[in-house]
């Protein structure tokens, strides 16, 4: 079994900083991408930021600049560094492991942690 799990959400004054961690564990071949993704309340989820294995990196345009995300491949783990955030940047943030293979010959497929809160007060 794959489990994904999140960490370091939080609540922080805006201008403030955190940083989330997610690891994914269990039977695991190889991970194309992971990513972070965030669902406000009555939101859609939409994409914060993902890197690959080779350490191509994609942001959303509202938090470039701001946050940073980076990955241990050895121990399939992804961080978020969030800085200089906005009480708009409050909500529940997903961990992401896309195109995730369990052995070489299986298929690819993604996974999804529980998410963890982030609140930003103003």
């Known amino acids: 079994q794959v489990q994904v799990v999140e960490s370091g959400g939080g609540l922080v004054q805006a201008g403030g900083s955190l940083t989330l961690s997610c690891t994914a564990s269990?039977?695991?071949?190889?991970?194309?991408?992971m990513g972070w993704y965030r669902q406000a309340p009555g939101e859609q989820r939409d994409l914060v930021a993902t890197?690959?294995?080779?350490?191509?990196?994609n942001y959303a345009v509202s938090v470039k600049g701001r946050f940073t995300i980076s990955r241990d491949n050895v121990k399939n783990t992804v961080y978020l560094q969030m800085n200089s955030l906005k009480p708009e940047d409050t909500a529940v943030y997903y961990c992401?492991?896309?195109?995730?293979?369990?052995?070489?010959?299986?298929?690819?497929?993604?996974?999804w942690g529980q998410g963890t809160q982030v609140t930003v007060s103003s």
């Open positions: 992401n492991a896309a195109g995730l293979k369990k052995t070489s010959y299986s298929t690819r497929r993604d996974y």
């Open positions: 890197i690959t294995s080779t350490g191509a990196t």
């Open positions: 269990g039977s695991i071949f190889s991970i194309n991408a």
